[in-house]
T-cell receptor, first 112, second 115 residues
Framework: QKEVEQNSGPLSVPEGAIASLNCTYSDRGSQSFFWYRQYSGKSPELIMSIYSNGDKEDGRFTAQLNKASQYVSLLIRDSQPSDSATYLCAVNMRTSYDKVIFGPGTSLSVIP | GAVVSQHPSWVICKSGTSVKIECRSLDFQATTMFWYRQFPKQSLMLMATSNEGSKATYEQGVEKDKFLINHASLTLSTLTVTSAHPEDSSFYIC???????????FGPGTRLTVL
């Protein structure tokens, strides 16, 4: 089992709709989870971090964490064409050293 | 805040040469820096984790003698690709974080092309 898994997509949603991105992870002891957005040819940009079970909202973004299910998701409300990018889930794994592992990413396309 | 720079942005070199990439945290002290490699249309692959003043921890399959990492200060880490070959051509990205931040912030990346 891979350490961090995501649906690769592409995920297409119409402008104004809600985009839902999912991520599962294998290390039950992980405590910190992040969502990054990456545009083609650019480096990733941190958009959300979450550490506790439940929801965390920041503008149009909501991150959801369920540690029992080892599942983290990102909802994007009122999707805009500028949200079209690859979304990467990252997990700070609990090992003998600091280690942040990324999932394969989900490609999102918002159709005008 | 949380600005990370990388230099150079891109480099083209001949096979067999060594290339050094610098990663700097400009407005915070980076106790931990990560080096990733990303091939086209693939995700980021963690190469190594380095803490200031100590040796880097390399991921399985990453040759530490080929990819030399030095985290000499709280604001600077370097990755040297020694005796580069065409298969080393990739996008190399560093990220950095300090004690207070949970997320790691990325540099703009360095695109390496080995001819």
């Amino acid at each position: 089992q891979k350490e961090v898994e995501q649906n690769s997509g592409p995920l297409s949603v119409p402008e104004g709709a809600i985009a839902s991105l999912n991520c599962t992870y294998s290390d039950r002891g992980s405590q910190s989870f992040f969502w990054y957005r990456q545009y083609s040819g650019k480096s990733p940009e941190l958009i959300m971090s979450i550490y506790s079970n439940g929801d965390k909202e920041d503008g149009r973004f909501t991150a959801q964490l369920n540690k029992a299910s080892q599942y983290v998701s990102l909802l994007i409300r009122d999707s805009q064409p500028s949200d079209s990018a690859t979304y990467l889930c990252a997990v700070n794994m609990r090992t003998s050293y600091d280690k942040v592992i990324f999932g394969p990413g989900t490609s999102l396309s918002v159709i005008p | 805040g949380a600005v990370v720079s990388q230099h150079p942005s891109w480099v083209i070199c001949k096979s067999g040469t060594s290339v050094k990439i610098e990663c700097r945290s400009l407005d915070f002290q980076a106790t931990t820096m990560f080096w990733y490699r990303q091939f086209p249309k693939q995700s980021l692959m963690l190469m190594a984790t380095s803490n200031e003043g100590s040796k880097a921890t390399y991921e399985q399959g990453v040759e530490k003698d080929k990819f030399l990492i030095n985290h000499a200060s709280l604001t600077l880490s370097t990755l040297t690709v020694t005796s580069a070959h065409p298969e080393d051509s990739s996008f190399y990205i560093c990220s950095a974080r300090d004690r207070r931040r949970q997320g790691a912030f990325f540099g703009p990346g360095t695109r390496l092309t080995v001819l």
